[in-house]
């Protein structure tokens, strides 16, 4: 039997591209303040650059404590526990049938699998690049 494993439900991409647009604006902005222009329009421009920092500094963090929490090896194990949590509440007759349609990696399948046994479980899903080490030759 196939042992579950639980991605991390927040890319790792997503993440990177978000403390990299903090980081531009950052540069940007500390550029801006020490650009030799004057006047209202250096003013408008600061503001901006600041308001942008202000907000993509936000999403970075977000982004980083949702890596945070939906990691499965460290501390906090989220997705394992929303797919452990459900598996316990999907019960199926002997002989049934379930379906998962977008299972992902499939650990909600193989959850569902090992709390019914005597049933039978389908997982499909578009199978990218994150997943290609799960085709089973």
């Known amino acids: 039997m196939m042992k579950p494993d639980y991605q991390n439900w927040m890319p790792k991409g997503i993440v990177i591209c978000a403390v990299t647009v903090f980081a531009i604006c950052l540069v940007s902005t500390i550029l801006a303040s020490l650009c030799m222009m004057s006047g209202s329009l250096k003013t408008i421009v600061l503001i901006i650059l600041i308001l942008l920092s202000i907000v993509s500094a936000y999403l970075s963090l977000k982004a980083v404590m949702m890596f945070r929490a939906f990691s499965y090896n460290g501390k906090r194990k989220l997705s394992k526990e ?27 399948v193989i959850a569902c699998v090992r709390r019914n046994p005597d049933a039978g479980f389908v997982g499909i899903d578009r199978w990218e690049k994150e997943y290609v080490s799960f085709n089973q030759s």
């Open 82 to 108: 929303v797919i452990d949590g459900i598996g316990t509440r999907i019960s199926v007759s002997n002989g049934q049938k379930g379906l998962d349609a977008g299972c992902g990696s499939g650990a909600l």
